[in-house]
């Protein structure tokens, strides 16, 4: 039965009230900015190609900067390498439309803008998802991250675009960069108002010091290599994204368009059923404590929406595929929770900026190279081949995976769990992390991942 007090409990903490409406308003944001982007480029007279280079540039400020998030979230406050993200973000969409203004705008100046919110989010995002745990206290943590999968669906997915798309006929495309700006502006003092108390062992409020030996990423990987179910489950969902993100994104239009006889409406409605499906399984977790054996419901709910892609090419009719796209949508939504909920409460604190920034790199490097991929061939059978082994492919994985890893030896008791946990309300009476770890060392083996913003099928 769903229970809305267990779904809402992270939100009786101030601190973690504050960041969760910062990331409201911020997933928002970059909702409508999903609708105004194409029409800004076409205003300036961009064609497609334009377009894509924008697009491009934003995916590579993510790409190239995420392992530099991760490193400033183990080495400064995360409340100030989040705070300080959106304030460029703010600043840069603050700068275009006061360009856009003046009627100078170019296409290079907004190539140059979306590589920088890229660059923002690779450093908040990790930043944010190690904050998560200094926050709220373990028992109500997986009920955040399944609050903050709500949002992100509801946000990009529905609402944020629906908004967009009414904004731009209602008034212009200046207004939207406008209004996204200052959604950034206000996520940025709602995280300045967050209240860390400082931590015993550090010398700055609410998080860890950087590594003596100067090399940031010489620790994380040290420990990411000595946990094999950690490094085995990023690589998993690489492959996946791998198989899967070049036929969903690329190739299933076409299938809907050329095979089905549908058009953009029947795109954008399997697109909608897939959200909805995401925002049932999010808040059935939010309602619900993780059972024990989550690390390895986690691996089979990946698998379980993975697999009906092997099917969406053989179906005879459009609406056969809303049920495959909803067992998607529910599946890797759940997966991904538990996979969030695992990386916060088994990584170490020291590292746990820097691991997750891994993980983000895990998922999103390969995607280009499945995007490549689905574009080799316009022959049919190939595009056949392509659904097929990416549905089939991850059950082998899977198969081969829980042989070498013993997920059921895995327990949702990370290096932080005896520890005393965050002061969630800031009033100085609770510290963040266990001490050990907080100076930096590590308080023993971890036993479990979830992803909730990297390496998942999503």
């Known amino acids: 039965m769903l229970s809305l007090s267990t779904s809402l409990a992270p939100l009786r903490h ?17 909702g409508v900015w999903l609708v105004a982007l194409p029409w800004v480029a076409m205003e300036l007279g961009g064609n497609s190609s334009d377009l894509a280079m924008v697009v491009g540039a934003e995916s590579v400020g993510l790409i190239s900067c ?22 460029a973000a703010f600043t840069v969409l603050a700068a275009l439309a006061v360009v856009h203004v003046t009627g100078s705008l170019q296409i290079w100046q907004l ?14 995002g990790p930043a944010s998802d ?16 399944a609050m903050e999968s709500v949002v992100r669906s509801l946000a990009v997915r529905m609402v944020g675009p629906a908004v967009g798309g009414l904004l731009i006929s209602l008034i212009d495309a200046l207004s939207i960069i406008v209004l996204n700006a200052a959604s950034f502006g206000v996520a940025a003092m709602c995280v300045a108002m967050i209240v860390v108390p400082r931590s015993a062992g550090t010398a700055e409020e609410g998080d860890v010091p950087a590594e003596a030996d100067g090399v940031p990423y010489r620790e994380a990987l040290r420990y990411l290599f000595g946990e094999r179910w950690l490094w085995v489950l990023i ?3 690489g492959v996946v994204l791998l198989l899967q993100s070049g036929p969903r994104q690329i190739l299933l239009p076409f299938v809907i368009h050329n095979d089905l006889g549908g058009d953009a409406r029947d795109y954008g409605t399997l697109i909608a059923v897939t959200g909805i499906a995401a925002v049932v399984g999010s808040l059935v977790l939010a309602s619900r404590k993780p059972p024990r054996d989550y690390p390895r419901r986690m691996l089979l709910a990946w698998t379980a929406g993975a697999a009906p892609l092997a099917l969406m090419v053989f179906v005879p009719s459009f609406w056969m595929l809303l049920p495959l796209g909803a067992m998607y ?12 909920t695992l990386v916060q409460t088994s990584v170490p604190n020291a590292v746990r900026g820097r691991v997750i920034s891994i993980d983000w790199l895990g998922s999103l490097a390969l995607v ?29 994985l899977t198969l081969a995976t829980v042989r070498w890893v013993d997920l059921r030896a895995l327990r949702p008791d990370g290096p932080d769990a005896e520890a005393g946990r965050a002061d969630a309300d ?20 971890l036993e479990e991942k979830e992803r909730a913003t990297a390496p998942t099928p999503s």
């Open 14 to 30: 101030r601190n973690y009230r504050l960041l969760f409406i910062s990331f409201v308003i911020s997933m928002l944001g970059d």
């Open 66 to 87: 995420v392992l530099i998030g991760g490193a400033l979230a183990d080495r400064y406050p995360r409340k100030l390498v989040i705070g300080w993200s959106y304030t």
């Open 111 to 124: 190539v140059g803008a979306a590589f920088v919110l890229g660059a923002a989010a690779a450093i908040s």
């Open 130 to 145: 190690a904050f998560t745990p200094d926050l709220v206290p373990k028992d109500d943590l997986h009920a955040a991250n």
């Open 235 to 237: 690589v998993w969902s």
């Open 329 to 340: 949508g529910f599946f890797s939504t759940v997966g991904n929770v538990y996979w969030s």
């Open 368 to 396: 280009p190279l499945s995007a490549v991929l689905a574009g080799l061939s316009p022959d049919r059978d190939f595009m056949v081949w392509l659904f097929v082994l990416g549905g089939v492919l991850p059950v082998l």
């Open 426 to 445: 800031g009033d100085g009476d609770g510290d963040t992390r266990d001490a050990g770890t907080a100076a930096g060392g590590t308080a023993g083996p």
